[in-house]
Antibody
Framework: QLQLQESGPGLVKPSETLSLTCTVS??????????WGWIRQPPGKGLEWIGS???????YYNPSLKSRVTISVDTSKNQFSLKLSSVTAADTAVYYC????????????????WGQGTLVTVSS | DIQMTQSPSSLSASVGDRVTITCRAS??????LNWYQQKPGKAPKLLIY???SLQSGVPSRFSGSGSGTDFTLTISSLQPEDFATYYC?????????FGPGTKVDIK
């Protein structure tokens, strides 16, 4: 059974960089069928897709966050990571990593396996 | 960006009720529409993809329909474990967006 687990600091100071890692177990991050994504959810609010990465390193990001986001992959560790720079209180959220199925021609584009989420608070 | 709206934002229903949630896209998204269920403190769970395809393991009381800009999620007979928040998500654009959610609680 595929499992994803987020890890990283739960508290980040304003203007600093938020860094999280997602460890994938029970399957290979190098599978040609999948991208790997980050989604966040501010407390009491809705879901926002941040960006996704392919095992080759190809990425695409939410345009509203693109200038501050970097997603990278380490296939040797079966991990992918998120960096969000210049954070403010508005970046306080539960951050989820997820497997991103992207089979465009068959309409199968969705997030099917999710981590449990990790709360990151931006505060001094 | 493609904007997604949902209605209602919340509803109260009883066990056994038929529940319908609507999702609307700001432009045509063909059938690139997914539905998720989220319970408090948990990650979202995929229910429906491609507007009407049931994800493996999801009970058949859940169904989806629609194409273009208007979509619906129907729960044919609400069960106690279905009280949750439901989100639609468009995957037509590479910049995926979610609807604001519909909270289903107990009447």
């Amino acid at each position: 059974q595929l499992q994803l687990q987020e890890s990283g600091p739960g508290l980040v100071k304003p203007s600093e960089t938020l860094s999280l890692t997602c460890t994938v177990s029970g399957g290979s991050i190098s599978s040609s069928s999948y991208y790997w994504g980050w989604i966040r959810q501010p407390p009491g609010k809705g879901l926002e897709w941040i960006g996704s990465i392919y095992y080759s390193g190809s990425t695409y990001y939410n345009p509203s966050l693109k200038s501050r986001v970097t997603i990278s992959v380490d296939t040797s560790k079966n991990q992918f990571s998120l960096k969000l720079s210049s954070v403010t209180a508005a970046d306080t959220a539960v951050y989820y990593c997820a497997r991103h199925v992207r089979e465009v021609l068959t309409l199968r584009i969705f997030f099917d396996y999710w981590g449990q989420g990790t709360l990151v608070t931006v505060s001094s | 960006d493609i904007q997604m709206t949902q209605s209602p934002s919340s509803l109260s229903a009883s066990v056994g009720d038929r529940v319908t949630i609507t999702c609307r896209a700001s432009q045509s998204i063909s059938s690139y529409l997914n539905w998720y269920q989220q319970k408090p403190g948990k990650a979202p769970k995929l229910l429906i993809y491609a507007a009407s395809s049931l994800q493996s393991g999801v009970p058949s009381r859940f169904s989806g329909s629609g194409s273009g800009t208007d979509f619906t999620l129907t729960i044919s007979s609400l069960q106690p474990e279905d009280f949750a928040t439901y989100y639609c998500q468009q995957s037509y654009s590479t910049s995926s967006t979610f609807g604001p959610g519909t909270k289903v609680d107990i009447k």
